[in-house]
């Protein structure tokens, strides 16, 4: 089993900023790709990007590149998602993901194993 756990959502204005946070444990972290996922309310959750498992690769959705970067820190078993330029569109629960293949992450949400609890982001106009 891997626990993950976010934090870092909140409430900011379009155009700002915000880190979020996703903490790992159980199995070995560097086993796992990672990525992160959202959902609106009233939509479907939406692959945001993703990571390998030793940081060399990274993945994002067209609606998130340029403005979102992901990024992880194996000696902490952490990940990480900063998002700039932050649109009302942005705001969702944002949910952490393990799976061990990293293409499996944006191609085959449905079959990640391990997700987390969310964070909401609220993007005012």
């Known amino acids: 089993q891997v626990q993950l756990v976010e934090s870092g959502g909140g409430l900011v204005q379009a155009g700002g900023s915000l880190r979020l946070s996703c903490a790992a444990s159980?199995?070995?972290?560097?086993?796992?790709?990672m990525g992160w996922f959202r959902q609106a309310p009233g939509k479907e959750r939406e692959f945001v990007a993703a990571?390998?498992?030793?940081?060399?690769?990274?993945d994002y959705a067209d609606s998130v590149k340029g403005r979102f970067t992901i990024s992880r820190d194996n000696a902490k078993n952490m990940i990480y998602l900063q998002m700039n330029s932050l649109k009302p569109e942005d705001t969702a629960n944002y949910y952490c993901?393990?799976?061990?293949?990293?293409?499996?992450?944006?191609?085959?949400?449905?079959?990640?194993?391990?997700w987390g609890k969310g964070t909401l982001v609220t993007v005012s106009p």
């Open positions: 993901a393990a799976e061990k293949d990293v293409i499996k992450i944006a191609t085959f949400p449905e079959g990640v194993p391990y």
């Open positions: 990571i390998s498992r030793g940081g060399s690769m990274t």
């Open positions: 159980g199995r070995t972290f560097t086993d796992y790709a």
